[in-house]
């Protein structure tokens, strides 16, 4: 993914998740040299929309609404109330 993005501004630090990195050796980042992976749905592809196939079917997408990249593992506790932003 760095070598993909590298030329856009991406940088090994922008590879490593915080929460990830807090694991250590069992991290992602020290197995695959990144915290996230690359979702390639739409490589090579110019059309305005895709269909994104999953074991409960198959669903057209907009290009705008397609998560590209994610983490390896579900770390990221996403049902807990968000907390306020810092100041």
Same mark, same amino acid.
């Given at each position: 993914m760095l070598q993909a993005f590298q030329p856009y501004g991406l940088s090994t630090q922008?590879?490593?998740?915080?929460?990830?990195?807090?694991?250590?050796?069992?991290?992602?980042?020290?197995?695959? %040299?990144?915290?996230y992976f690359w979702y390639p749905y739409s490589e090579d592809?110019?059309? /305005?929309a895709i269909t994104v196939y999953t074991r409960r079917g198959a669903y057209p997408r907009k290009l705008a609404r397609v %998560?590209?990249?994610?983490?390896?593992?579900?770390?990221?506790?996403?049902?807990?109330? /968000?907390?306020p932003a810092m100041a």
């Open positions: 922008s590879l490593q998740c915080p929460t990830d990195m807090e694991r250590g050796a069992k991290s992602d980042y020290a197995q695959y %040299q990144s915290s592809s110019e059309d /305005a %998560q590209l990249a994610a983490d390896w593992e579900g770390i990221h506790l996403v049902y807990l109330p /968000a907390q």
